[in-house]
């Protein structure tokens, strides 16, 4: 009688020790993705800022394209840089979330 029982509560601590886990990966994840977000900004921020006090200071029209097509190359550059480390930190954000979850359900079905 008391064996259904002990396994559906093996099963629910089972249950919440995957959901702590999945909750630190979340955090730990989306914390990396501040950062890296926040880093980008500073870092666009400050490649903006260069690039507009070398506009102010070109002495002629050639100079001034110069200047603008060096900054879009390293704007689209620096963009799609940053594009795949936010697509791998996304992916590990889901993969680490939901790991701790894999074996759950085939354990849920036997009992």
Same mark, same amino acid.
């Given at each position: 009688m008391l064996q259904p029982f002990a396994s559906l509560q093996k099963l629910g601590q089972e249950n919440l020790e995957a959901a702590i886990k999945s909750v =630190? $990966?979340? %955090?730990t994840n989306a914390q990396a993705i501040a950062h890296e977000s926040?880093?980008?900004?500073?870092?666009s921020f400050e490649h903006n800022s260069a690039t507009i006090e070398k506009l102010? =200071? $070109?002495? %002629?029209?050639?100079k001034a394209i110069e200047v603008q097509t060096s900054y879009a190359k390293g704007a689209y550059e620096s963009l799609v840089a940053q594009s795949?480390?936010?697509?791998?930190l996304y992916t590990a954000l889901a993969t680490d979330t939901f790991k701790p979850f894999?074996?759950?359900?085939s354990k849920t079905m036997k009992a």
């Open positions: =630190g $990966a979340f %955090s926040a880093e980008f900004a500073r870092k102010i =200071g $070109a002495q %002629s029209l050639d795949s480390k936010m697509g791998a894999e074996g759950l359900l």
